[in-house]
C-alpha cells in the first residue's frame, strides 16, 4: 500500500485535531510537541489582495549516524486582527512530504487527495485589515504523529521589505 493512503487512514482524524488544536495556539508562541526536526518559518510575500507563500523548511529528525527520512506534513493557516488577537480566518490544504534530514522534502503531496501538488499557497485578503499567515508542522514516525509545532511565517512588503503582518 502507498505510504501516503496508509498514513492518511490511520492518522487522518488525528492530524486534522492536532492541525486544530495548533490553530488555535499559533498566536501564543508555544514551544514544540514531541520530537520534530529542524525546520523554520516560511516566507510570506504580501500582495495588494493576497498572502503568497511556499512551503517552509522542514526535514526529517536526525535520528541516526545515516541519513533518515520521515513523513512531514506542513498547513497554512490565515489569521485576521480582529481588534483584541489574531483570529483564525482560513485554513488552507495540507501538504505532505518525504523529508531527510539534510534536506527538505522536493515533492509535495495534498494530504487529502494524495496528488501530487505544488507547495506554494495564496491567501486571499478577503477584506480591509490586518493579515499573519502561520505554518502548523507535523511529524510522523511509522503511522504516529510524534511531533508538531507552529510558527508564524516572515512577511515581506512586495519590494522584500520584513513587516509584522499584512495590510489589505
Known sequence: ???????RRSLGTAAVVGALALTVGAGDAQAATGTVGPHSTARASCGTVEVRASAPTIKAVNRTTSVDQ???VAQPVLYKWNGTTWAKLSTYSAIIGLATDTASPTVWYDFVTRSQ?????MALMTTKGYYKLAYNYFWYTGNTVTGSDSLWATHTSP??????YCTR
Do not use: C, L, R
Not at 159 to 164: N, S, Y
Open 1 to 7: 500500500m502507498n505510504p501516503i493512503t496508509t498514513i
Open 159 to 164: 519590494i522584500g521589505a520584513v513587516q509584522p
Open 117 to 121: 501538488t505544488n507547495s506554494s499557497v
Open 70 to 72: 520521515q513523513w512531514v
